[in-house]
């Protein structure tokens, strides 16, 4: 499966960088989450007219979309597949990040490095990534979201709690299952952070 680098239209997230994400991905496998194994990584944008990866196809099924499961679950399989969900997200939220790890080094994750607690990604999040985000994008700093920022800011919740990884968007749309063994997750996709 080859995911090209997409031009950004809004928000230009942290896995809209098909190198970042490549490397996250690969920590993530080495780490015995279960992704769609990452085999190849081309920088070279004049190859193809973009950038990509290449990836092993994670063959199954969704059970959904962004809003939700689109079919029935039955009884026999409803349990199966909720641990199934369950046990990836603990994988995810057990991966040892290393500083030193070569592809943490060159993730997304580093910039993230220097929260320890969940009050200091989330001071992070308000005051440095999101105001980055708009920064790189054509949506203007309104007063309104100004205000919005500055509210944040002096709301982060005190929660010394370590960080884990996280997914921005752990849902039915972005896991695969196994076709054979219905209920097990083969594939989780997409974004990864603290």
């Known amino acids: ?25 690969r920590l993530m496998q080495r ?24 990836s092993r196809r994670a063959v199954g099924k969704t059970y959904g979309n962004h809003f939700g499961g689109d079919e029935g679950l039955s009884k026999d ?23 030193s790890d070569p592809d943490v080094q060159a993730s997304h994750l580093k910039d993230w490095l220097p929260c320890k607690t969940v009050t200091e990604s989330t001071r992070y999040c308000v005051t440095e990534y999101l105001p980055k985000l708009l920064r790189l994008t054509d949506v203007p700093m309104t007063p309104q979201l100004q205000r919005v920022f ?38 989780a996709l997409d974004a990864i952070r603290f």
């Not at 499966?1 to 991905?25: C, F, M, N, W």
């Not at 709690?161 to 749309?173: A, C, K, R, S, Y």
């Open 150 to 187: 500055s509210w944040l800011a002096k709301n982060v919740p005190q929660v010394d709690e370590p960080v884990v990884i996280t997914h921005l968007d752990f849902g039915f749309n972005n896991l695969i299952f196994d076709g054979n063994n219905i209920g097990e997750v083969i594939a």
């Open 31 to 54: 780490e015995g989450v279960p992704v769609a194994e990452p085999l190849w990584l081309e920088t070279d944008a004049g190859r193809l007219g973009f950038r990509f990866m290449v």
């Open 77 to 99: 399989n409803i349990g199966a597949i909720v641990d199934s969900i369950v046990s990836t997200l603990v994988a995810l939220h057990q991966v040892d990040i290393d500083p």
């Open 1 to 25: 499966v080859v995911r090209a680098e997409q031009p950004v239209v809004l928000l230009p997230y942290e896995g809209s960088d098909v190198t970042k994400e490549y490397h996250g991905i």
